[in-house]
């Protein structure tokens, strides 16, 4: 009994070295969840683009900024935009020049070296609720080490807080009122729905797609199609057909379920927003494609398909914040087509801003999809002739 044991062990342990892609997925999916999740998994928002309205120019409002965009904090220290309105400060945020602002009121000195406080405004894009909350409570960090002193002052030479200097007096306290666009309430079904759209579509289009084309190969019957008139292209065609039918009955589900249940208000253009998916299902049927060609059996598509998959939860900023990753994990998210449709989806959705603002993404995603879908068909056709 014990030998037969034996032997089917070693029989077990010479199919998995035979199988090189099981190896890889064994080897492979530990060290991309490793990575991932030690450099990219932080709520913290990191090199975020600011925008600050400033209504006295003075020493001590300049001081505030600069502590906000300290370079040190690398926090706030991205791209920065001035704005000279409240409306212009939306605008920033709408059209995602800024991910943060802070507006500085007139009335920002204390006249006479009074004690009374002063207030500003910080503002905070909630249409990705992590990275408002980390942005505003970082804000709020940084404001209250401007009031205690413990930020070195500029190279201007500009005083401490609650000290006279040449650009008049500082206030004795800077207190925040702290206003979320987009998002008002702070709810998190407000930023998780919307990219959930794009998170279901994937999921099903990859998998269920790159599983039927092999399943078909399993069973012999992709062989009697060919011995067919049916060319390889209108095969794919067919093949497809059905599950971009399939992808958009469930965006119309979600889309339901997150204005009927979550109370998800829809600020844009449904139109364009159905659109734009067809660009994103063609990305990731083209995936699908690709992986039906390199996989032998639905396990194998299987795990493709989830390596993909995860990858593409983690680190498009549908979770964690772009803005909170190191360099070169947000250099991999740009390879990644839900990156884009998030962009999309939480900007229709929750900004209702439309294609003169969404035009980088829309332009990526379509490109995306025309190479990746080449190359699929192109894989494709190749395999089943």
């Known amino acids: 009994m014990g030998s037969r044991i034996r032997s089917i062990i070693k029989k077990e342990f010479i199919q998995i070295r035979r199988d090189r892609r099981t190896i890889g997925m064994m080897i492979g999916m530990p060290v991309m969840l490793l990575v991932i999740l030690g450099y990219a998994a932080t709520f913290d928002v990191k090199h975020a683009s600011f925008a600050a309205w400033d209504q006295t120019k ?7 900024i600069d502590t906000l965009r300290d370079k040190d904090q690398q926090i706030f220290d991205g791209t920065y935009t001035e704005v000279n309105s409240r409306e212009a400060m939306k605008d920033a945020l709408k059209d995602g020049k800024a991910r ?6 007139a009335n920002f000195l204390a006249p006479g070296g009074g004690p009374e406080t002063r207030e500003v405004e910080v503002f905070a894009d909630g249409a990705n609720l992590i990275a408002a909350q980390s ?18 002052a500029p190279p201007s030479g ?14 004795s306290q800077v207190i925040a009122k702290q206003t979320v666009l987009f998002n008002e309430q702070m709810k998190s079904s407000w930023a998780m729905v919307p990219g959930l759209v794009g998170v279901i ?12 084309i092999v399943r078909e190969r ?46 998800v208000d829809f600020a844009g253009n449904i139109l ?47 979770v964690f914040p772009t803005d909170a990753m190191p360099i070169p994990i947000r250099a991999v998210s740009y390879f990644l087509p839900l990156t884009y449709f998030i962009e999309i989806l939480r900007g229709i959705w929750l900004k209702g801003i439309g294609l003169l603002i969404l035009w980088p993404q829309v332009l990526a995603l379509f490109g995306y999809a025309v190479i990746v879908l080449a190359l699929s068909a192109l894989r494709f056709k190749k395999r089943v002739s």
């Open 272 to 318: 364009l927003l159905f659109l734009l998916s067809v660009l994103f299902l063609m990305s990731s049927l083209g995936i699908a494609l690709l992986i039906s060609t390199v996989s032998d059996n639905q396990q194998q598509a299987m795990q493709l398909a989830v390596f993909t998959i995860v990858p593409s939860i983690l680190i498009s900023g549908f």
């Open 100 to 105: 943060a602002g802070i507006i500085i009121p």
């Open 218 to 263: 399993e069973r012999g019957t992709l062989e009697q199609l060919m011995v067919t008139p049916v060319k390889p292209i209108e095969l794919m065609i067919g093949k497809i057909v059905p599950y971009i039918a399939v992808a958009f009955f469930e965006l119309i589900i979600v889309f339901v379920a997150g204005f009927l249940i979550f109370r």
């Open 158 to 171: 500009s005083a401490t807080s609650g000290q006279p200097s040449g650009g008049g007096q500082a206030p």
């Open 58 to 64: 003075s020493e001590q409002s300049r001081k505030l």
């Open 201 to 212: 579509l994937q999921m099903i289009t990859t998998m269920l797609t790159s599983m039927a």
């Open 135 to 152: 942005a505003v409570r970082k804000a709020l960090e940084l404001i209250n080490k401007y009031n205690m002193g413990n930020i070195s």
